[in-house]
């Protein structure tokens, strides 16, 4: 069973339904886990062969209605949250620094439903490690390094503020693609979209996020599909990501959470299946 299919069933049974009310509001926990699990791998570090080193501290923004609805529970809320970044790193094999910590913070600046985070690592005397096998850790402190979404916070206890990154609550993943395989012959360009019950949507950009709400580049109406459910990334090859959705994706039959796209490709998100294209001039 996956990490985030056994945080929201420890969710459904705590504190005998408390949070079933709160979690009403647009944003979802799972949204929140799924989005400290991308911070993870996008700000991995490798220091030698057997150790990568990632975040610690994490920083939780939500708008200001979200805020009050969740933040009477903060402190087990990023109890549960750390813990589930601690299963994930272990699963990953990845390193800490120091303790795993998640903290909420109110932000005027977003709407209901949308959220941030950043993130840092911060050495303690003696770091945590996620992996029970993993190598010695490095002879220095590692120095704090900003999130996806960095905002410019106030310094807390000397702490240096994050540096800037995008507007709108959007995640900023880094490009974390897999390595280019041979190119097409100069010249020519590949041309990409997606069918979904007949309508084709054409893939212009780098991404494209696909899921229920009114913000996605394509807007499907299921409701088993995640407000932001998953992206698709152009590149040679192109692949697919979930990001951090309810209910997953399955690609040509499969359950992932990633997986290398193929013209003919089937993606099904909820109820829908979209087809994935792609030809060459």
């Known amino acids: 069973?996956?990490?985030?299919?056994?945080?929201?069933?420890?969710?459904?049974?705590?504190?005998?339904?408390?949070?079933?009310?709160?979690?009403?509001?647009?944003?979802?926990?799972?949204?929140?886990?799924?989005?400290?699990?991308?911070?993870?791998?996008?700000?991995?570090?490798?220091?030698?062969?057997?150790?990568?080193?990632?975040?610690?501290?994490?920083?939780?923004?939500l708008s200001a209605?979200?805020?009050?609805?969740?933040?009477?529970y903060s402190g087990q809320l990023g109890d549960e949250l750390s813990g589930?970044?601690?299963?994930?790193?272990?699963?990953?094999?990845?390193?800490?620094?120091?303790?795993?910590?998640?903290?909420?913070e109110k932000a005027d600046d977003l709407d209901t439903g949308l959220y941030r985070v950043r993130s840092r690592t911060l050495a303690s005397s003696t770091s945590q490690v996620a992996a029970p096998d993993a190598g010695p850790g490095p002879s220095a402190p590692a120095a704090p390094r900003g999130g996806g979404y960095g905002y410019p916070q106030p310094s807390s206890g000397g702490a240096p503020p994050m540096p800037p990154g995008p507007p709108g609550g959007r995640p900023a993943?880094?490009?974390?693609?897999?390595?280019?395989?041979?190119?097409?012959?100069?010249?020519?360009?590949?041309?990409?979209?997606?069918?979904i019950n007949g309508t084709r949507h054409q893939?212009?950009?780098?991404?494209?996020?696909?899921?229920?709400?009114?913000?996605?580049?394509?807007?499907?109406?299921?409701?088993?599909?995640?407000?932001r459910h998953c992206e698709i990334r152009t590149g040679n090859p192109a692949t697919i990501q979930d990001l951090g959705s309810t209910n997953g994706i399955v690609v040509d039959g499969q359950h992932t959470t990633r997986a290398t796209l193929r013209d003919g490709s089937r993606i099904v998100v909820g109820s829908t299946t979209i087809v994935y294209r792609q030809a060459e001039g």
């Open 84 to 104: 589930l970044v601690r299963d994930y790193a272990k699963q990953q094999r990845y390193t800490f620094m120091g303790p795993i910590k998640v903290h909420l």
């Open 1 to 61: 069973m996956g990490v985030l299919k056994r945080f929201e069933q420890k969710l459904e049974g705590m504190v005998n339904g408390t949070f079933a009310k709160v979690f009403k509001s647009e944003v979802q926990p799972v949204e929140i886990a799924g989005a400290l699990q991308r911070e993870c791998d996008n700000n991995a570090t490798i220091w030698n062969r057997d150790r990568t080193v990632v975040p610690n501290d994490f920083i939780v923004e």
């Open 203 to 227: 893939i212009s950009r780098p991404t494209l996020v696909m899921g229920r709400s009114t913000e996605a580049d394509v807007r499907i109406d299921d409701p088993g599909v995640s407000r």
């Open 65 to 72: 209605p979200d805020y009050e609805r969740l933040s009477p």
């Open 173 to 195: 993943t880094p490009d974390r693609r897999p390595p280019a395989g041979p190119g097409p012959m100069p010249g020519a360009q590949t041309r990409r979209w997606i069918e």
